[in-house]
T-cell receptor
Framework: AQTVTQSQPEMSVQEAETVTLSCTYD???????LFWYKQPPSRQMILVIR??????QNATENRFSVNFQKAAKSFSLKISDSQLGDAAMYFC?????????????FGTGTRLTIIP | EPEVTQTPSHQVTQMGQEVILRCVPI?????FYWYRQILGQKVEFLVS????????KSEIFDDQFSVERPDGSNFTLKIRSTKLEDSAMYFC????????????????FGDGTRLSIL
């Protein structure tokens, strides 16, 4: 079974600064997908960024980028130019690429606080 | 942008009662899911549903739980006899647009239903 570990329960960053959230995972599969979801106080789960394991290039979405290290099974999220609206719980998630095995396996989350 | 909608936003139920949580997935999505998040804990997979049947379920999804897509629009989660430990946020999600094949399409989540068992 796959597991996802987020070792930082809480992080804080000054507004406009850069912060990196860590995520490691364990799997025996070679093809899979990784995601970062954001959960603000409104509770909604919002997709931030995704990465296909077969792609070596790290995904980027505006101020959000990942550092995907497949051999190390590491998938960290970097948020540049942090904004107050980035304050939320961030969940790392894994999904198999096997058809019929579509479930997401989540980490325990990192609560990000933005300091004005 | 299309959204997954869930009703109600908050449900309070007496222990032992049946509860039905409702979801309207994104139109033309093919896969449907239920997850739950106990307060302060991580999001846990309950069940996935495809082609009018359960495709995968977790250990949490025991005989007290059932899912249904009664009318081609709604996707429901029923808990037959609720327990105190069923108190949690329940999220519905959907994925895979019919016309986009089996590429890496993310799951889109609803806002959740907070279920409180008294």
């Amino acid at each position: 079974a796959q597991t996802v570990t987020q070792s930082q329960p809480e992080m804080s960053v000054q507004e406009a600064e850069t912060v990196t959230l860590s995520c490691t995972y364990d799997t025996s599969e070679s093809d899979y997908y990784l995601f970062w979801y954001k959960q603000p106080p409104s509770r909604q789960m919002i997709l931030v960024i995704r990465q296909e394991a077969y792609k070596q290039q790290n995904a980027t979405e505006n101020r959000f980028s990942v550092n995907f290290q497949k051999a190390a099974k590491s998938f960290s999220l970097k948020i540049s130019d942090s904004q107050l609206g980035d304050a939320a719980m961030y969940f790392c998630a894994y999904r198999s690429a096997n058809f019929g095995n579509e479930k997401l396996t989540f980490g325990t989350g990192t609560r990000l606080t933005i300091i004005p | 942008e299309p959204e997954v909608t869930q009703t109600p936003s908050h449900q309070v139920t007496q222990m032992g009662q049946e509860v039905i949580l409702r979801c309207v997935p994104i139109s033309n999505h093919l896969y449907f899911y239920w997850y739950r998040q106990i307060l302060g804990q991580k999001v846990e997979f309950l069940v996935s549903f495809y082609n009018n049947e359960i495709s995968e379920k977790s250990e949490i999804f025991d005989d007290q739980f059932s899912v249904e897509r009664p009318d081609g629009s709604n996707f429901t989660l029923k808990i037959r006899s609720t327990k105190l430990e069923d108190s949690a946020m329940y999220f519905c999600a959907s994925s895979y647009h019919r016309d986009r094949g089996h590429s890496n399409q993310p799951q889109h989540f609803g806002d959740g239903t907070r279920l409180s068992i008294l």
